[in-house]
């Protein structure tokens, strides 16, 4: 009969270790667990208390009190009968319940270890830990990932059945059901009207989108952000930007091994430090920016809200085009594989793209000189019903004065006020970017 194996405990003080190692951002989620040998998940879940309890060192003006130097032991004693009575009392009331419902009662992120749970519940532990197993790696979805990254990069309308035929040219046969999960897995899906596009939190209020129409003709009039993930050697890491319509500039930037608001708030934070703060903040609906943590910080500043609408995906083009460039001039030909080359890599390639990378839609001038002189940039999403007609949505001039504005027409007023509820008009006109 083999022995028995019994469950690894960890200490606080290899949670601390663990967790902060995560906090620092240097390594991958996954490169972490392998190296200390945990679940990638109980880390992410390490990291997130440690980020959710951190403020509490401070809420005290001396810190926290200490514990009373000794206690009597008979009131230890008839404290410890009392509930061990009480135990047994729920034990046997409890067990009588389907194994069904106990087992939805073990909690791993409860202060309880899961061992005490499964023993007060009366489960098998086994079944516990069977659906926490960490998925096996096929080395044919890491390949199929690479390659429906880069093709979702190069035509980002691409769904799961195009995908499927662009797989097959390249002699890779593969069923829907697979790249459906692939894509998933990635947050990928492809840029055309449908349900559930972006799914915030029930809780968190969403905004309108201000920007269709209007003309963007000054630096820091509109801002807006967006995230999006790079592949590493083992595993993934999320990168979010702010950028200025106006200029095209890259405010700000941070990466992260996990995808939470705070990185987004100190991304924004850090661009309200350095370049003062916009007229508009544009964003998508994702629960880090539709979050209370986020909003908060824009609302303590002033600046007026503006979010994509669900299924509009030229509405925050500027970002998107900026997430194309980073793939493909920096990410795709140096193939960083840890959080350490990619933070090295990426602060190179910024530096560039903000000072000496040309612009078609500048004038073939820089952003950050676009941006310094408030001259040659300007930004337009079209609106179609606003009487915008077929003109280009970057508006340029060598001088920096503003493009004339749009009015409306009594005939595209009347059409907009008699438009049917939820009609999905056509957006492949509205937005003809440049690089």
Known sequence: ????????????????KVGLEAVRGVKTINEIGREYGVHPVQVGQWKKAIQENAKTLFEGKRGPKPAAAHREPELLYSEIGKLKMELDWLKKKVWDQPAVIRHAWIDPGEAV??????????????????????????ANDLLHSRLIDEEY????????????????????????????????????????????????????????????????????????TDITYIRLAHGFAYLVAVIDWYSRKVLSWRISNSMESVFCVDCLEEALRSHGKPEIFNSDQGAQFT?????????????????????????NIFVERLWRSVKYEDVYLKGYATMGELMLGLTEYFAFYNAERPHQSLGDTAPAVVYRNGTGGGALILDKFGG????SPVERSGTGDAPPAKAKSTTASKAESKATPGQRRSAASEVKCTP
Not at 1 to 16: D, G, I
Not at 155 to 175: D, S
Not at 177 to 188: A, E, H, I, P, S
């Open 1 to 16: 009969m083999s022995e028995a194996t019994t469950r690894k405990v960890h200490t606080p003080e290899f949670k601390a």
């Open 291 to 315: 979050s209370e943590a986020f909003t908060g910080v824009l609302k303590r500043e002033g600046v007026v809200i503006s979010m994509d609408g669900r299924g509009r995906v030229f509405d």
């Open 113 to 138: 270890a899961v061992v005490q749970q499964c023993a007060l519940a009366g489960v098998c532990r086994a079944t516990v830990y069977a659906q926490r197993r960490p998925p096996v790696v096929d």
């Open 153 to 224: 990069t190069r035509h980002p309308f691409y769904g799961t059945r195009r995908m499927v035929i662009f797989l097959a040219k390249a002699k890779h046969t593969v069923n829907r059901k697979r790249v459906q999960r692939l894509m998933r897995l990635m947050g990928l899906s492809g840029m055309a009207p449908g349900p559930n596009t972006s799914r915030p939190r029930p809780e968190h209020p969403v905004y309108p989108y201000l920007l269709r129409g209007v003309p963007v003709v000054r630096p820091n009039q509109v801002w807006s």
């Open 388 to 391: 915008a007609g077929g003109a």
